[in-house]
């Protein structure tokens, strides 16, 4: 009995915390999706803020953080003209406070945790030979994950399952909180896979986020496409994590004719 009164109490605790929120406008690309979330965006994005240093310190550890000055200034450049454009679907999302780094490894593999905290690996550069507009691609796709908040979606899908949500507010200290949502950040940025929904939608509202930005949104297709012939020699680190194939390669060229116009408009 004891059991199934905690079983009550923490679902009714859930029940209670859970927020049905619209964490961005629609824009030209449609997307509209309500999202259900269990923990604030405050808390996430400082997990978030531990967890992007943890990494910094890691590659500053190794002596692989920005290195290449060349290839750091190309992608500051390139978030820079990416970044303003985040106001179309978060007018709040252009005074996040951004962070752009280059990681010297192997991998092929970029990421955005919330809050704006961008890396991006040289392999996904260098193996890849990737254009502005193909980095800019890559760069979107992991703003948008940011923009809509998919790993504090994420994380809250699993406090959900978990029946968790209660344990972490009462047995734990607002810092111990802190430091075990950045360990679940890291969880989702670097081992889980997104779902094939918010995948998606990072696709939409990246190819809109690079038309606007003045970048040819047909080089979404053409990364896809090489980021495909890479993995035949073995899947690259980026593909555990963001799942690719024909399917979505054709889902990007159908949504091409509507970012056009943008990027046609903008200033390129």
Same mark, same amino acid.
């Given at each position: ?148 908040? #998919? *790993? @504090? !979606?994420?994380?809250?899908? +699993?406090?959900?399952?978990? %029946?968790? $949500?209660?344990?972490? /507010? ?23 896979? #997104? *779902? @094939? !929904?918010?995948?998606?939608? +990072?696709?939409?509202?990246? %190819?809109? $986020?690079?038309?606007? /930005? ?55």
């Amino acid at each position: 009995m004891r059991i199934r009164s905690l079983f009550i109490v923490a679902a009714a605790v859930l029940a209670a915390a859970c927020q049905t929120v619209q964490t961005t406008q629609p824009g030209a690309v449609g997307v509209d999706r309500k999202q259900h979330m269990l923990v604030s965006e405050q808390e996430i994005e400082k997990g978030a803020a531990v967890a992007y240093r943890q990494e910094l310190d890691k590659a500053k550890d190794k002596r692989a953080l920005n290195t290449d000055q060349q290839q750091f200034q190309r992608v500051q450049n390139i978030s820079r003209r990416l970044i303003p454009q985040t106001g179309t679907f978060r007018p709040d999302a252009p005074q996040w406070q951004w962070e752009v780094n280059v990681q010297t490894t192997d991998d092929v593999n970029a990421y955005c945790m919330p809050g704006g905290k961008i890396m991006v690996y040289t392999g996904l550069i260098e193996k890849l030979h990737a254009s502005d507009a193909e980095l800019a691609a890559v760069i979107g796709h992991e703003i948008a994950h940011a923009l809509r908040e #998919h *790993s @504090r !979606e994420r994380i809250s899908r +699993a406090y959900a399952e978990q %029946l968790a $949500l209660a344990g972490l /507010a009462v047995a734990t200290g607002a810092s111990e909180a802190t430091m075990q949502l950045a360990s679940q950040v890291s969880a989702v940025t670097f081992q889980l896979p #997104h *779902s @094939r !929904e918010q995948e998606a939608e +990072a696709d939409r509202i990246g %190819l809109e $986020l690079m038309a606007r /930005a003045g970048y040819d949104p047909n080089a979404a297709v053409s990364l896809w496409q090489k980021m495909g012939k890479l993995s035949s020699g073995g899947p690259p680190e980026f593909l555990s994590t963001h799942p690719s194939g024909d399917s979505r390669i054709r889902d990007l060229q159908a949504l091409v004719p509507r970012v056009m116009p943008l990027y046609q408009a903008s200033a390129h």
